[in-house]
């Protein structure tokens, strides 16, 4: 996931369908540059069914300081069993964050730039195994 998205598909009868939710916990409106640490509607492992908010980032139980959060929002699918800081997170504690737009950062001269990337209207991949309404 790149540093910053965006959620800007709030319609709850459609989230309702596409991700066989019984209940969305709070009001959706369009919300962009989203970074890490701020609480975001999620899709918990453990209640499959419930849009809810979590914060975004992960704070690894031997962390000193929560702000370790702001640097723990990615990780290669290819060795994330591995690391210390995903291996048991990656097993008990998987979140799905509904987002439709990302922003990635080029670094310049004069400072970062965002390129802002969407999909277009198609459907975002999704994790094998996970359930969808299409």
């Known amino acids: ?73 990615n990780a290669r699918a290819e060795t994330i069993g591995e690391k210390p800081a995903f291996r048991k997170p990656i097993k008990s504690h998987r979140r799905l964050i509904i987002t439709d737009d990302v922003y990635e950062w080029q670094k310049r001269e004069a400072g970062k730039h965002p390129h802002y990337g969407h999909r277009d209207g198609r459907h975002p991949p999704y994790p094998r195994g996970h359930r969808t309404a299409h």
């Open 1 to 73: 996931m790149c540093g910053r998205f965006a959620q800007t598909r709030t319609e709850k009868e459609k989230l309702l369908k596409r991700f066989r939710l019984r209940k969305i916990v709070d009001d959706l409106k369009p919300w962009f540059n989203i970074a890490p640490e701020q609480s975001v509607p999620v899709i918990l492992n453990e209640r499959p069914d419930e849009l809810l908010r979590a914060r975004w980032g992960l704070v690894p139980s031997w962390a000193k300081d929560e702000k370790i959060g702001f640097k723990m929002i």
